[in-house]
């Protein structure tokens, strides 16, 4: 079974400032489909950005950028010139590239901005 | 988003009575999910549809019930609702047309179970 870890429960960064959110996975599969959401205070789960296993080049959402790490299973998150509107909750996913579509989500990271 | 409606969307209930929460899409897709949500535990999956009448189980099964009898419902059910079920609820659609095959998720449904 796959599993995703987030180590930080909690982060802040000062506003407009750099903040990495850090992920980690297992999985013995190749075929994969990494993802960030954010939940804010509304509770509503919102896609931030998504990685193919397959693709080398990380993905990049205007100031949302990852580091995908493949032979270190690693999946991290880069905010740039951080909003207050980041504020939220930031759970890393994985996803089998083997059909059915479920997701399997890390803990969590409560990201605090700082004005 | 994506035409995902929960209902309800506040419920609190006492142990031992049933709860049946649905879940309603409007985009006739054909995978469905439930999920729940607990502090330090991130979403769980509960049960999972592949279309109408095709359900399996997810990690956290026990205790829930699952049917789809319609492409745009998929309804959760707890036999009898017990304390460690109080939780919210997330269902989820995946829309393998959207850009990058996305999965949307619902608006939850906070269940307390006095």
């Known amino acids: 079974a796959q599993t995703v870890t987030q180590s930080q429960p909690e982060m802040s960064v000062q506003e407009a400032e750099t903040v990495t959110l850090s992920c980690t996975y297992d999985?013995?599969?190749?075929?994969?489909?990494l993802f960030w959401y954010k939940q804010p205070p509304s509770r509503q789960m919102i896609l931030v950005i998504r990685q193919e296993a397959y693709k080398q080049q990380n993905a990049t959402e205007n100031r949302f950028s990852v580091n995908f790490q493949k032979a270190a299973k690693s999946f991290s998150l880069k905010i740039s010139d951080s909003q207050l509107g980041d504020a939220a909750m930031y759970f890393c996913?994985?996803?089998?590239?083997?059909?059915?579509?479920?997701?399997?989500f890390g803990t969590g990271t409560r990201l605090t901005i700082i004005p | 988003d994506a035409g995902i409606t929960q209902s309800p969307r506040h419920k609190v209930t006492e142990t031992g009575t049933p709860v049946t929460l649905r879940c309603h899409q409007t985009?006739?897709?054909?995978?469905m999910y439930w999920y729940r949500q607990d502090p330090g535990h991130g979403l769980r999956l509960i049960h999972y549809s592949y279309g109408v009448k095709d359900t399996d189980k997810g990690e956290v099964s026990d205790g829930y019930s699952v049917s789809r009898s319609k492409t745009e419902d998929f309804l959760l059910t707890l036999e009898s609702a017990t304390s460690s079920q109080t939780s919210v609820y997330f269902c989820?659609?995946?829309?393998?047309?959207?850009?990058?095959?996305?999965?949307?998720f619902g608006p939850g449904t906070r269940l307390t179970v006095t």
């Open positions: 996913a994985y996803r089998s590239g083997l059909g059915n579509e479920k997701l399997t």
């Open positions: 985009e006739n897709h054909r995978y």
């Open positions: 999985t013995s599969e190749s075929d994969y489909y």
């Open positions: 989820a659609i995946f829309d393998p047309s959207a850009g990058g095959k996305k999965q949307y």
